[in-house]
């Protein structure tokens, strides 16, 4: 596992969530009516003037199937993100905790080398961590 793997793990949460968020717009406009009001009379003797309130979505079937396969893709998309987020949870798993930390401050919260070190306590300097993570990367 790389560092720039990692970082495209936070790009890969932004997508699953965008991808949802896109799906459900998707769905919100099958749910889309449109009112209208019209008028007219009878046919016959008296031509009394009528109104008439015509409602009905304004989605059709030519939009169901250009939706269903936008969904399709979508699903693709959200798919593969989610696969590399799970390779990138399993691998953070298996280091040690410490590291999990650096990583989780370094690489996931964009913290500065001085900020994880003030974390991470415990005496640690900035160019202790950054060597650290450096030798880390380097070993694995």
Known sequence: MDKRILEEYIDACEVIRETEAEIRKLEDKKSITANET??????????????????????????????????????????????????????????????????????????????????MGRKTTEESVRKEFKRFFEKN
């Open 38 to 119: 019209v008028s007219g009379s009878n046919p016959e003797f008296p031509y009394n003037p009528q109104h008439f309130k015509v409602q009905g979505t304004i989605y059709s079937y030519a939009d169901d199937s250009r939706l269903r396969a936008k969904k399709e893709i979508l699903r693709k998309k959200k798919e593969k993100a989610e696969e590399l987020k799970l390779q990138v949870e399993v691998w953070m798993i298996s280091i040690p905790f410490r590291m999990q930390r650096i990583i989780k401050y370094k690489i996931f919260e964009k913290m500065t080398w001085q900020q994880v070190a003030d974390r």
